[in-house]
């Protein structure tokens, strides 16, 4: 069965550090979306991509964080420099725009990252 | 923006027993769809049930049903003759049906399975 694709499963990294998180989505998923989920809270959408174009990234923090998805397949989520408030799971998730779309987003098993 | 709400943080329910978790959403939209997704511990968020607002029929699946009353804007669901697997935190999300495909989750519930 296809799945999303993320790694690290796991980083620890220190403040002021880069630190990046790599997803494949499934193969033919136009739409790709990063969200990043706070211990305990609900994920909150940081940006979506549809191809290799940014649809979505009003709540990305520009001064640190930057994503990229250049060949409209896999991307990449950058943090630079790291703070401690960035602490948490970092979820990657795509979906299908054939028809009929039924909405459902397809999620990977996440990247937690701990900033010391 | 759309706003998601799940009030019960935690629910805790018996094996083989009925338990049922809330969500409530504010739109201004007519047109919208609603899900529920399942997020075992250290597992992927799955879905578990969708339903579609312009749809009166209340979705199920297997032991998982929903209860969607669009006037009042709440989705519960109800899962029965719960499993240890049902185990998990559970976010209600919902989707408009325009061409912006992202989610909106609520803050989740977890729920935990007594043997």
């Known amino acids: 069965e296809a799945e999303v694709a993320q790694s690290p499963r796991y980083k620890i990294t220190e403040k002021s550090q880069a630190v990046a998180f790599w997803c494949d989505p499934i193969?033919?998923?136009?739409?790709l979306y990063w969200y990043r989920q706070i211990l305990g809270q609900g994920p909150e959408l940081l940006v979506q991509?549809?191809?290799?174009?940014?649809?979505?990234d009003s709540q990305l923090p520009k001064d640190r964080f930057s994503a990229e998805r250049l060949k409209g397949v896999d991307s990449t989520l950058k943090i630079q420099p790291a703070e401690l408030g960035d602490s948490a799971m970092y979820l990657c998730?795509?979906?299908?725009?054939?028809?009929?779309?039924?909405?459902?987003?397809?999620f990977g098993e996440g990247s937690r990252l701990t900033v010391l | 923006a759309q706003t998601v709400t799940q009030s019960q943080p935690e629910m805790s329910v018996q094996e083989a027993e009925t338990v049922t978790l809330s969500c409530t959403y504010d739109?201004?939209?007519?047109?919208?769809?609603l899900f529920w997704y399942k997020q075992p511990p250290s597992r992927q968020m799955i879905l578990v049930i969708r339903?579609?607002?312009?749809?009166?029929q209340n979705a199920t699946e297997n032991r998982f049903s929903v209860n969607f009353q669009k006037a009042a804007k709440s989705f519960s669901l109800k899962i029965s003759d719960s499993q240890l697997g049902d185990a998990a935190m559970y976010f209600c999300?919902?989707?408009?049906?325009?061409?912006?495909?992202?989610?909106?989750f609520g803050a989740g519930t977890t729920v935990t399975v007594r043997a």
């Open positions: 998730a795509s979906s299908s725009d054939r028809v009929p779309n039924t909405g459902e987003l397809f």
């Open positions: 193969s033919g998923h136009a739409t």
């Open positions: 991509f549809q191809d290799e174009s940014v649809v979505d």
């Open positions: 739109t201004s939209e007519s047109d919208y769809y």
């Open positions: 339903q579609e607002a312009y749809k009166q």
């Open positions: 999300a919902y989707r408009s049906a325009q061409s912006d495909y992202k989610l909106s």
